[in-house]
């Protein structure tokens, strides 16, 4: 409809009252989108999926694929087979950049390179209001943490000398976050965490130590860690990029998951401004609850994000973007809002919960102040054997997440060792589990999960009690246990 002429003419038919109501409602709809378009931020309020759909499929049309008519005689034509894979992508195939940058617009593609940048307009509005206020650009990428934890090392390679290839990482126990400094051909420095009380916190002295021996013409840069695991809180990222100012490396922050976190995201903004913070990945989907795929970079310095971007080779998915910009639309500001604040009660209530769920069983909450994220609780009454049978009983019992770690298992990657996997410490003293209050977490899943647990531990109390304990099960941590020995017996399966 769209036009002045065609309302007139529908008028005519259906009588120019009725169309004038039909008018009305049309300029409010084109209004939301002018508001989308000069104020570059999120809504106020959210959108409804019927005007989130209408958007998508204006913007659809907008893509030559979409044209009628048109003829295309090109490799890269948009061309999709199925008419599932069509609908699933909303009739968008160019997806995302094109040879020379990610953010770049695509000639064949206005609808696409309108959403790619709306998303990233709202995307920054959203960093803003959950904290981190410091932050000037984000590019929205195409991959997971870890795969964009890499671009960005590689895309930042070359403002250091290329003798500078070491890298200093306080540790955490995330198989990724440790792939992708090899992947870039980065050499780790592994700084072994302090414990503080229950807390693991960073070791600054020892950074300090590391630079001063190995010399910071031969060091790349810090690669800080703000969310992970309890009993390890966020890493001072403050004194760090202190450090890093001072002697001219780059800190690149992992954030996964700190975004629903806002004393994590004050934290980081201080260290913008106080010192030298190049880059912050975090993930999309355990921040925006949409399906793994992506990840946001963003920054103080627009000019690191641009280089983030045009350092990925040719044009990329444009699903992850896409499910960004549907959800952001479908939230607005005072969605974002409300999600980012329920997660803050939740996280409190649940540690008020679980503390009183276990006390009479002899546990009790670790006390990590600097973790706003994850929450252990100690299971000191348990043999480790039965740690790991406990992890892999709370998975049998539907409760997903959950990480029984008995602090006494050694892996070695690429050559290093890491004694107490896990718990990201040699010898964190008491085993225990954790579990996360993140964003989209309900009461209802906290108060469930409490039920489950304090049955349980009183099974294996009980069972501890009956000697001897069950054969050691592989100290693992539990979700790997059980996904570990489902694809064992799968393999056996196809062996027969
Ligand atoms: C989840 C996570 C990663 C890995 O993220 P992917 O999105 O799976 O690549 C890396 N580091 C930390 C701290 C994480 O929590």
Redesign the pocket.
Known sequence: MNSDSNFELAGAVVGAGYVRRAQQEASRRAALMTSLLSQRRLPATAWTNEQIELLLHELAAMDSNNYVGHVGVGEREGRVFSELVRRRNFAFAHGVGRSGELAAVQPKAAGSSLYAKVCEWMTLHALRIAGLTEVTACAILPT????SLVLAFLALLPSRPPTARKVIWPR?D?K??FKALLTAGLQPLVVQNRREGDQLTTDVAAIEALIAEHGAASIFGVVS?T??FAPRGCDAVEPIARLCKQHGLVHVV?N??GVQASATCKEISRAMRVGRVDVVIS?TD?NFLVP?GG?IAYATDASVIKRISSAYPGRASGSPCLDLFVTLLSLGESGWSALLAERERLFVYARGKLAETVAPLGERVLDTPRNRVSLGVTLSQLPPALVTHFGAQLFARNCSGARAVDCAEVKTFDGVEFRGWGASADDYACPYFTVAVAIGSTQEDIDLFCTKLAKLLREEQRRAQRAPAPAPAPAVAVDVVAIEAAATSADEEKKR
């Open positions: 997971a943490t870890g795969m955490i995330q990724t976050c860690t969310s992970c992992n996964a998951y993930s355990k793994v990840a």
